[in-house]
């Protein structure tokens, strides 16, 4: 009988590759000064603050006056490398200038390893990058070229030095940049030693030094020798890691001022030579790189990325949590082939469902609301889809992971087509309301619901009738229900085949009950439309959506 039926057990597989992160959020910098620590560093600023920023601007003038001087008149300005006396002027001048900089500020430099020279590594690559301070790196190793940011090379004075680095720039802006920006590392590294060697910090952002993120190929395509170089500041007080969720700039060069001495470690790993494998793979050989650095920090490695941030900030503002953006975008978009412009609209979806909640996450009344449907059996089984760790609530990580996997590919147009066949009971190509509702009432098991507000969301034309046209345009809009309508089918195959199991016949012309306690529906299941008797097998994809 159906009221003896077992209850329905989903499988549920979960790759391991879609886990959560190690790190969830490593572009944040919660820690706050306590009140002992501010008073200590307010009573050593008042001495040490004026004294160090006299002698430091004093310093940077030289700087830019030795940098002006190196970069006068230089012939093939940018493209061409610097030769003779300017070369020996920036590896000299500003290189020392540097390390006395760091000095008067207080920090203590503690070198590790043998810098690698050029003929054996064109390229350092240095990791976890956390804050502006990480250019000490330069100074160690000759005042080599680096990439950064083209706005960079207009600040004042700073600007000037930059350039005088003969530097990559970087446009975010620019759709061609990075691909400039490859080619030009490239042509550099292999250019058998007329240009210098090349700094840089693959993770293209900063964070909090929790975990290493996602390296950018590009020091890894010219398929040569590097160099890793390791950061560790191993302080009681973090004065200095600098990230998108935490101290200023200026607050954090003040409060690194105000302390009598900085520690700051910097490691020169041994170079690392690419095998043939990784020449032919730029992400092997980034990814390899990155597991030996993570390995020497001994912290985790994350799919992080640049594109993680801007997603952190949009989620920032559209007054979610920050951390909510969070989704590793580098695996989830190469996993789930999508782009960074559909999953920033989906987080304005996302939002929009979880904005009535607190957390920033999808609770499942905030799901039913939004689905304008009340809490049942069927929903909570599509809930459940989506809630990948069974916390009971949906993020933003698990929300587009659940409409990759489970609903986009089962919004199919035959999909469409079939749940269109199956509403429009008399065939006459329109959805009534008293046809919608009937299946809606069936499939939910809630016979009296009221359904008319959802009728006329998907009525565009106010007729009273569903065209396909509408139907479909909906179901594009709405990808949620596509996994709605198939898990619903998907349980009416469930309890056809108990009633088969028991050797117990359904009743001709009926729905089998969704649920035990629901009143027998007097709406047919279309079978001839949807669910041949001979065709279950066939029909049965549904469990394939929830297998990752």
């Known amino acids: ?188 590294a292999l250019s058998r030693g007329q240009w210098p060697q090349i700094l840089i910090f693959p993770e293209g952002t900063c964070t909090n030094r929790s975990c290493l993120i996602t390296f950018k190929q590009g020091a890894f395509v010219p398929r040569v020798p590097v160099q890793p170089v390791l950061l560790r500041y191993p302080n009681k007080l973090d004065t200095v890691t600098w990230t998108w969720q935490g101290y200023s700039f200026k607050e954090l060069c003040i409060m690194t001022l105000c302390q009598i001495f900085t520690r700051l470690e910097v490691e020169f790993l041994p170079v690392h030579v690419p095998t043939e494998e990784e020449k032919n793979d730029p992400i092997l050989f980034a990814n390899r790189v990155r597991q030996t650095m993570a390995n020497a920090l001994n912290v985790p490695i994350t799919d992080h990325t640049f594109e993680d941030c801007r997603l952190m900030i949009s989620a920032g503002q559209l007054t979610l949590p920050m951390e909510a953006g969070l989704v590793e975008f580098t695996k989830i978009s190469k996993k789930l082939n999508l782009k960074w412009n ?29 689905l304008k449907l009340p809490i049942s059996d069927v929903l909570r089984e599509l809930f459940l889809l989506f809630d990948r760790n069974g916390d009971g609530t949906i993020d933003f990580r698990e929300y587009v992971i659940g409409l990759s996997i489970l609903c986009n590919p089962a919004n199919t147009e ?56 509408e139907f479909k345009n909906f179901a594009v809009k709405h990808p949620e229900y596509a996994t709605l309508f198939t898990t619903y089918l998907d349980l009416q195959r469930h309890q056809l085949g108990m009633f088969e199991e028991h050797d117990t016949e ?20 279309a079978r001839n439309k949807v669910c041949p008797e001979g065709n279950e097998e066939d029909s049965s994809s549904i469990s394939d959506k929830k297998d990752d």
């Open 414 to 469: 035959e999909t469409i087509r079939m749940a269109f066949k199956l509403f429009d009971m008399d065939e006459d190509g329109t959805i009534t309301e008293d046809e919608f509702a009937s299946i809606i009432q069936s499939a939910l098991g809630l016979p009296e619901l009221d359904v008319s507000v959802l009728f006329k969301e998907i009525d565009a034309d106010e007729t009273g009738k569903l065209s396909y046209e």
């Open 1 to 188: 009988m159906a009221a003896a039926m077992a209850p329905r057990v989903l499988p549920l597989p979960r790759q391991q590759s879609f886990s959560p992160p190690t790190v969830l959020n490593p572009f944040v910098h919660p820690g706050r000064l306590s009140a002992g620590n501010k008073l200590r560093t307010a009573l050593q600023g008042i001495i040490l603050l004026p004294l160090r920023v006299i002698c430091i601007t004093f310093l940077l003038l030289l700087a830019w006056l030795s940098a002006s001087i190196a970069t006068f008149c230089q012939p093939g300005r940018g493209f061409l490398p610097l030769k003779g006396w300017r070369r020996r002027m920036i590896q000299t001048a500003l290189s020392s200038l540097t390390r006395t900089a760091y000095l008067v500020m207080g920090f203590q430099v503690k070198v590790k390893g043998k810098v690698a020279s050029l003929p054996e590594a064109p390229i350092f690559v240095a990791a976890p990058h956390s804050s502006f301070f990480d250019a000490i790196i330069c100074a160690l190793t000759g005042m080599p070229s680096i990439v950064t940011r083209a706005e960079n090379l207009s600040t004042p004075v700073f600007g000037t030095i930059l350039s005088s680095l003969q530097p990559v720039a970087v446009s975010r802006q620019d759709p061609d940049s990075r691909k400039n920006t490859v080619a030009e590392i490239t042509r550099r």
């Open 506 to 525: 359904p009743p001709k012309g009926k729905h089998s009950p969704v649920r035990s306690t629901a009143p027998v529906s007097e709406t047919p299941l």
């Open 342 to 370: 559909h999953v920033r609209e989906q987080l304005d979806t996302f939002a929009a469902i979880a904005s009535a909640s607190k957390g920033g996450r999808i609770g499942i009344e905030e799901f039913a609301e939004y």
